[in-house]
């Protein structure tokens, strides 16, 4: 098991890990488009290196030292990094205690997709670390969790929330948000509701609403409050909580509400409710009816 950081602990990174001590990198499964690790060292890790990708990452412990564009940089626990593709960077733990990150590498082709209408080119940040707790909830809903594959309603949601936070680092003038299609908005989110234990794609959301998936995701959270895969999510745990009611067997519980297996929804249930499917069902007074 890796580090596990979850949006509890966005303020305070107050609980790394289980593996904390452990030294090494953790890859996750992939996903097209987008590589995840963990990593925990002492001393200089990396020699110069380049990487045809955006580098964003997450210094969760220690001090992270690089150098980029000519100039020695750092990064203390809960500051992002962001390095341009094909720029030259090493990388190094800053003090004796060691260092431990989390890195997303993103192909320029998905974050160009997904850019705001009227924005040509690549955003390049200046400054390569930066504090932004917005833009580091964004990156830990994808980082929180290297044992899980990205899901493609997920990664869209990311990608829209990364590239509207990359261009504001960038300097480029805030994203233009025209109006709200509410009706196209609204079939989305019922269609999510009636359908929650089914597969639901992004290809099926956007026939549905006429919006292309990243305006979707934009508008979605600007009407919901939350992007398309949470509602999707938390729909979903609310069959498996009234499930669980009954009495039915959790295996059987997350294949009828939607999820891959027994861990995928044991994950996805703690996230949300800080405890266990079990836990809770334990803890569950059932009433009879009068």
């Known amino acids: 098991m890796g580090m596990l950081l979850d949006e509890r602990m966005l303020d305070g990174l107050g609980r790394l890990c289980n593996g904390a001590g452990e030294i090494g990198i953790e890859i996750a499964p992939p996903s097209s488009g987008l590589e995840r690790i963990g990593a925990r060292f002492f001393g200089n890790g990396y020699a110069p290196h380049r990487h045809d990708t955006y580098s964003l990452g997450i210094t969760l412990s220690g001090v992270q030292t690089f150098t980029y564009r000519g100039a020695r940089r750092a990064s203390m626990p809960g500051q992002i990094i962001v390095l341009h593709p094909d720029e030259l960077h090493d990388g190094a733990a800053g003090t004796e205690d060691g260092l431990s990150y989390r890195m997303l590498y993103l192909e320029p082709a998905l974050l160009q997709a997904a850019l705001p209408r009227g924005f040509a080119h690549l955003p390049f940040v200046r400054d390569p670390v930066l504090t932004d707790p917005h833009f580091r909830k964004t990156l830990s809903l994808l980082l929180a969790d290297l044992d899980s594959e990205v899901e493609p309603l997920q990664r ?30 609204n079939r989305v989110r019922d269609y999510i509701r009636e359908n929650a234990a089914s597969s639901v794609s992004s290809d099926d959301l956007e026939a549905l609403s006429g919006l292309d998936r990243f305006s979707l995701a934009r508008q979605f959270r600007a009407l ?52 266990t499917p079990g836990g809770w069902s334990r803890m569950v007074i059932t009433k009879s009816a009068p």
């Not at 861990?263 to 949300?272: T, V």
Request: charged share 20%; glycine share 8%.
């Open 224 to 275: 919901c409050g939350t992007s398309p895969h949470r509602y999707l999510t938390m729909r979903r745990l609310d069959l498996a909580r009234s499930l669980i009611s009954t009495g039915v067997p959790l295996a059987e519980v997350a294949a009828a509400s939607g999820f891959a297996d027994q861990s995928h929804l044991n994950r996805q249930f703690k996230k949300a409710f800080g405890m």
């Open 156 to 185: 869209d949601a990311f990608l829209a929330a990364a590239a509207d936070a990359l261009c504001r680092h960038s300097g480029f003038p805030a994203s233009r948000r025209g109006a709200i299609d509410t009706a196209a908005i």
